[in-house]
């Protein structure tokens, strides 16, 4: 690691502590530097050094003193803003900004940034420059935006008026499955979040079924005039409570186990992965998650991401899926063999073709996930 390196992370470590010291600074009555210390795990004179950075970029602080010489700091709000926010509520928008950045294009960004623009313009200059610092040290990642920022923003604007208005949308949609793009017609429940990825959830005629659409894949939404049939219960949390994740499915609820290796466990059990979830330790450091689904199909490739740290315990018929899975994929990766099946040996045990997809799932735990760090 190089010296500016490292003395960029320590500026960033300390701007991240310096916004957790303001947002402390602005509830309740006041705090001491003993108290403030002690809350955010530094030594008196680091809390000290961060009120005087406060001071320096304009903020306000109130000065209580009390008996013994003691001084109770707070925030002072009034006048801190132009457009009506609360200190607090401001910085909050600004986060949200940030986190949008993947969706730049879309309404939702211009509008917050619109605003938290409107309140740092009527602050002094030094407080705009500590707050841009220091907000521009959270950063979102571009991982799983849409490729095409500029139509994706366009639908998602309609979708959004659709559900506003209750009408009907006609979309053209490309599904992975189909070769070519179809065009439904769909009376909009609700937007979903799953995974930096947005979803619509609607009643689409030519399934005459409640479905699911990426849209990611959507290729044109038209908003129609006429009035959107929506059941008055409907409820998006309840739909999706037997899914795991986005992809639901109506069938019967159905227990699932999985035995995670003790170099994820702690990664699995720092989640929630689904609301009725379970997780018992194992002797050995690991861990089994137990949650009831309405459909596994998600959970499938879910936990074929975990390699060899992963293995479905039950039910059944996702264990022998896995494992099917498994052995196309190594199918892929072994060499070309001529006039004879492809063989692979693990320790003495020759294992053929037809035998790994009985075994897969069983093979023993070795190595971490790459993906995955502490």
């Given at each position: 690691?190089?010296?500016?390196?490292?003395?960029?992370?320590?500026?960033?470590?300390?701007?991240?502590?310096?916004?957790?010291?303001?947002?402390?600074?602005?509830?309740?009555?006041?705090?001491?530097?003993?108290?403030?210390?002690?809350?955010?795990?530094?030594?008196?004179?680091?809390?000290?050094?961060?009120?005087?950075?406060?001071?320096?970029?304009?903020?306000?602080?109130?000065?209580?003193?009390?008996?013994?010489?003691?001084?109770?700091?707070?925030?002072?709000?009034?006048?801190?803003?132009?457009?009506?926010?609360?200190?607090?509520?401001a910085?909050?928008?600004?986060?949200?900004?940030?986190?949008?950045?993947p969706?730049?294009?879309?309404?939702?960004?211009?509008?917050?940034?619109?605003?938290?623009?409107?309140?740092?313009?009527?602050?002094?200059?030094?407080?705009?420059?500590?707050?841009?610092?220091?907000?521009?040290?959270?950063?979102a990642?571009?991982?799983?935006?849409?490729?095409d920022?500029?139509?994706?923003?366009?639908?998602?604007?309609?979708?959004?008026?659709?559900?506003?208005?209750?009408?009907?949308?006609?979309?053209?949609?490309?599904?992975?499955?189909?070769?070519?793009?179809?065009?439904?017609?769909?009376?909009?429940?609700?937007?979903?979040?799953?995974?930096?990825?947005?979803?619509?959830?609607?009643?689409?005629?030519?399934?005459?079924?409640?479905?699911?659409?990426?849209?990611?894949?959507?290729?044109?939404?038209?908003?129609?005039?006429?009035?959107?049939?929506?059941?008055?219960?409907?409820?998006?949390?309840?739909?999706?409570?037997?899914?795991?994740?986005?992809?639901?499915?109506?069938?019967?609820?159905?227990?699932?186990?999985?035995?995670?290796?003790?170099?994820?466990?702690?990664?699995?059990?720092?989640?929630?992965?689904?609301?009725?979830?379970?997780?018992?330790?194992?002797?050995?450091?690991?861990?089994?998650?137990?949650?009831?689904?309405?459909?596994?199909?998600?959970?499938?490739?879910?936990?074929?991401?975990?390699?060899?740290?992963?293995?479905?315990?039950?039910?059944?018929?996702?264990?022998?899926?896995?494992?099917?899975?498994?052995?196309?994929?190594?199918?892929?990766y072994?060499?070309?063999?001529?006039?004879?099946?492809?063989?692979?040996?693990?320790?003495?045990?020759k294992?053929?073709?037809?035998?790994?997809?009985?075994?897969?799932?069983?093979?023993?735990?070795?190595?971490?996930v790459?993906?995955?760090r502490?």
């Open positions: 690691m190089t010296a500016g390196t490292a003395a960029d992370r320590r500026c960033t470590r300390a701007m991240r502590r310096q916004w957790r010291l303001l947002f402390l600074l602005w509830q309740g009555e006041g705090y001491t530097v003993e108290e403030l210390a002690a809350h955010m795990g530094v030594a008196q004179k680091t809390i000290r050094r961060d009120l005087d950075v406060l001071r320096e970029a304009g903020i306000k602080l109130r000065e209580k003193r009390e008996s013994h010489g003691r001084k109770r700091y707070s925030v002072e709000l009034a006048g801190a803003t132009r457009v009506g926010l609360a200190p607090t509520e910085l909050a928008i600004w986060v949200a900004v940030q986190l949008l950045v969706y730049a294009g879309t309404v939702w960004y211009k509008t917050l940034r619109q605003l938290a623009d409107e309140w740092l313009n009527g602050l002094p200059d030094s407080t705009q420059r500590y707050i841009r610092r220091t907000v521009h040290a959270i950063y990642t571009g991982f799983g935006a849409p490729a920022g500029e139509r994706w923003a366009l639908v998602l604007e309609r979708i959004v008026q659709a559900l506003e208005q209750r009408r009907i949308l006609r979309v053209t949609y490309q599904s992975l499955q189909r070769s070519g793009p179809r065009t439904y017609m769909l009376h909009p429940y609700a937007l979903v979040v799953h995974r930096h990825s947005l979803y619509l959830v609607a009643y689409s005629e030519q399934h005459r079924d409640v479905r699911h659409f990426k849209l990611n894949r959507v290729l044109d939404a038209v908003l129609l005039s006429s009035i959107a049939d929506i059941p008055s219960d409907f409820d998006v949390e309840e739909h999706l409570r037997g899914a795991f994740g986005v992809f639901n499915a109506s069938g019967k609820p159905v227990r699932v186990r999985i035995r995670f290796a003790p170099s994820v466990a702690r990664y699995v059990a720092e989640s929630c992965w689904h609301s009725t979830q379970k997780l018992d330790w194992t002797p050995a450091g690991g861990v089994i998650l137990e949650m009831t689904l309405s459909d596994t199909t998600e959970v499938k490739s879910w936990v074929m991401s975990f390699g060899s740290n992963a293995e479905v315990l039950e039910p059944a018929q996702l264990r022998d899926e896995v494992a099917t899975e498994l052995a196309r994929a190594l199918t892929r072994r060499p070309a063999t001529r006039g004879r099946k492809a063989r692979t040996t693990r320790g003495d045990v294992v053929t073709d037809s035998s790994i997809a009985q075994e897969t799932v069983g093979l023993p735990y070795s190595g971490e790459s993906q995955i502490a």
